[in-house]
């Protein structure tokens, strides 16, 4: 089982990116796929899931500001992050399950 997160990059505070989850081995279908960070020095949170049924909840930090999604056929996930805070600065992690990804880092600059 994998799962790479990717998408990660340097962006200017108010821009956006798109992170990207790709996995292989392991059914999602019936799994929900979440997203953590960890900002350095702290400790990792959740961010935003998406169940199979493609229902959304998101940490109050990041609500209105990021959308996650998924495809099920591809087998990946996104979460998309618009008006991005220096705080949002953290290496970001997709979960499903006990599988976790490498994570990609985002460095959100003021």
């Known amino acids: 089982v994998q799962l790479q997160a990717s998408g990660g990059g340097l962006v200017q505070a108010g821009g956006s990116l798109t992170l990207s989850c790709a996995t292989s081995?392991?059914?999602?279908?019936?799994?929900?796929m979440h997203w953590y960070r960890q900002p350095p020095g702290k400790q990792r949170e959740l961010v935003a899931t998406?169940?199979?049924?493609?229902?959304?909840t998101y940490s109050d930090s990041v609500k209105g500001r990021f959308t996650v999604s998924r495809d099920n056929d591809k087998k990946t996930g996104r979460l998309r992050m618009d008006s991005l805070k220096p705080e949002d600065t953290a290496r970001y992690y997709c979960?499903?399950?006990?599988?976790w990804g490498n994570g990609t880092l985002v460095t959100v600059s003021s």
């Open positions: 979960n499903i399950a006990r599988f």
């Open positions: 081995g392991i059914h999602i279908g019936f799994a929900s």
């Open positions: 998406v169940t199979s049924d493609g229902d959304t």
